[in-house]
């Protein structure tokens, strides 16, 4: 069974800091994708940036990495030079290339400090 | 560009009355489909997807269901709606499986 693990219910980082959000993942599937999202006050889910579980690098979108550790089953989101309007529920999500399913965890709560 | 448009934004419901939201895609054809529910400070479930038209499946059993008229249209019902459907209601498409889910803006249920 696939599962998803955000331990980090609530992070607090100053304003143009970085910060690290934990994400782990379970599966016995060879083949899937990881995927981080942010969900502002008004709902929406943004999709951040994406892994593939064969990419040989890590992913990068502007100040998004995923810092992906295959052996660990580890999909950490970095946010660098965190912004006001980065305050928001991101959450980490799996999918199986063969399935439709689509595995979110619980979710971790960011808020940027002045 | 893709697109994802879902309607209405909010919706005020008595009990036992009947539901139907709608979801329409842009920009792509043959796309994967899916609804999901979130209750309040959780995360999504995911309560049907749609692999083409006429075409569904339920992950949670429920009195809520699903349809796909055409090709990127999806639609989730229900006959009689109860207190415990209240919740953000998002639809999503993908173009394949393991692909990134590209959400609409969602839809806020109150059952009264």
């Known amino acids: 069974a696939q599962k998803i693990t955000q331990t980090q219910p609530g992070m607090f980082v100053q304003e143009k800091e970085a910060v690290t959000l934990d994400c782990t993942y379970d599966t016995s599937d060879p083949s899937y994708g990881l995927f981080w999202y942010k969900q502002p006050s008004s709902g929406e889910m943004i999709f951040l940036i994406y892994q593939g579980s064969y990419d040989q690098q890590n992913a990068t979108e502007g100040r998004y990495s995923l810092n992906f550790q295959k052996a660990r089953k580890s999909a950490n989101l970095v946010i660098s030079a965190s912004q006001l309007g980065d305050s928001a529920m991101y959450f980490c999500?799996?999918?199986?290339?063969?399935?439709?399913?689509?595995?979110f965890g619980t979710g971790t709560s960011l808020t940027v400090i002045p | 560009s893709q697109t994802i448009h879902q309607w209405p934004a909010t919706l005020v419901q008595p009990v036992g009355s009947p539901l139907s939201l709608e979801c329409t895609v842009e920009g792509t054809s043959n796309p994967n489909l899916y609804w999901y529910r979130q209750a309040a400070g959780r995360g999504l479930q995911l309560l049907f997807y749609s692999v083409g038209i006429g075409q569904i499946s339920s992950e949670v059993p429920q009195n809520l269901s699903a349809s796909r008229p055409q090709d990127r249209q999806f639609i989730l019902s229900s006959k009689k709606l109860l207190l415990s459907d209240s919740g953000f209601y998002l639809c999503?498409?993908?173009?394949?499986?393991?692909?990134?889910?590209?959400f609409g803006d969602g839809t806020r249920l109150s059952i009264l």
């Open positions: 999500a799996m999918s199986a290339f063969t399935g439709n399913q689509f595995y």
């Open positions: 999503a498409w993908a173009r394949d499986p393991g692909q990134p889910q590209h």
